[in-house]
């Protein structure tokens, strides 16, 4: 169905205003004086309601995929309320889309938070260090934990979110991925790379694997619990790899009986 003038004329109005992304269809029901039933009748969607702007030459600036949007608007609703609190639609809000868009794209709550979960943290970087091993121990855990650890910084209060809610044993506890403790199976299958060449000991990856991740997430959490700001990721990468793999103690005190 086209949309009416007046639509169209309160979209217009509210676009040079706010920007496109800076209205909901709650905010164009209240402009253009209709029910929110009706706009959502009339108009369809947020989305169709821009894209016939756009058609009729006003200027509705780049804007980002509207899954794109969600997900980041979920960043801001799930560390400012938390997973048990948020809901879809302040989700929706957020975004600047109807909730409607929200359930069309995601389904239902888990469903967002399984998709929010599955694209952050720094699993992809970690799949391609694992997958594409350079032949380099060193240089590759040094990329891995500083890949690991800047993702840490960026996603600060996702991370304490998240093992929030593993500790206590929360609905979502599954779903999420931000814990660092998730990359150890990535990681296991680089170490389990090069203990086939011969360049690691016999000993079990995947508990080396466990035990740098854990040296890594000490080093980062010590500073932050500390009142400290994170530390710097290639430094801390380096030194906690040097400590992984070559110890503490000197040279002479390793050659002692």
């Not at 814990?179 to 680089?190: A, E, K, W, Y």
């Not at 906690?240 to 002692?256: I, N, Q």
Request: glycine letters at 8%; hydrophobic letters at 45%.
């Amino acid at each position: 169905m086209p949309l009416t003038e007046n639509i169209i004329e309160a979209a217009a109005r509210l676009v040079a205003l706010h920007g496109p992304d800076g209205f909901t269809m709650d905010d164009l029901a209240r402009e253009s004086g209709l029910s929110r039933a009706t706009l959502y009748r009339q108009a369809g969607s947020r989305e169709a309601v821009l894209a016939t702007l756009s058609e009729q030459g006003i200027e509705v600036g780049r804007r980002a995929d509207v899954r794109e949007r969600i997900l980041a608007a979920c960043r801001v609703v799930f560390t400012r309320a938390g997973f048990e609190a948020a809901t879809l639609e302040d989700v929706a809000r957020e975004a600047g889309v109807g909730p409607a868009t929200v359930y069309r794209q995601f389904g239902d709550k888990q469903g967002l938070i399984t998709t929010f979960a599955s694209h952050i943290g720094p699993r992809r970087a970690m799949q391609e260090a694992a997958l594409n091993p350079t032949g380099d121990l060193r240089a590759d855990l040094e990329r891995v934990a500083a890949t690991l650890l800047r993702y840490m910084a960026q996603d600060l209060d996702l991370l304490k979110l998240a093992l929030l809610e593993k500790m206590r044993g929360g609905q979502w506890a599954e779903l999420l991925d931000a814990s660092p403790i998730r990359v150890r199976t990535t990681l296991t299958q680089l170490l389990e790379s090069y203990a086939a060449s011969g360049a690691l000991g016999p000993d079990d990856p995947g508990r080396m694997a466990m035990a740098f991740v854990g040296m890594l997430f000490a080093s980062f959490m010590g500073t932050v619990l500390e009142g400290q700001p994170p530390p710097e990721p290639g430094e801390a990468a380096r030194f906690v790899t040097h400590v992984f793999l070559d110890g503490v103690a000197s040279k002479k005190a390793r050659r002692t009986p």
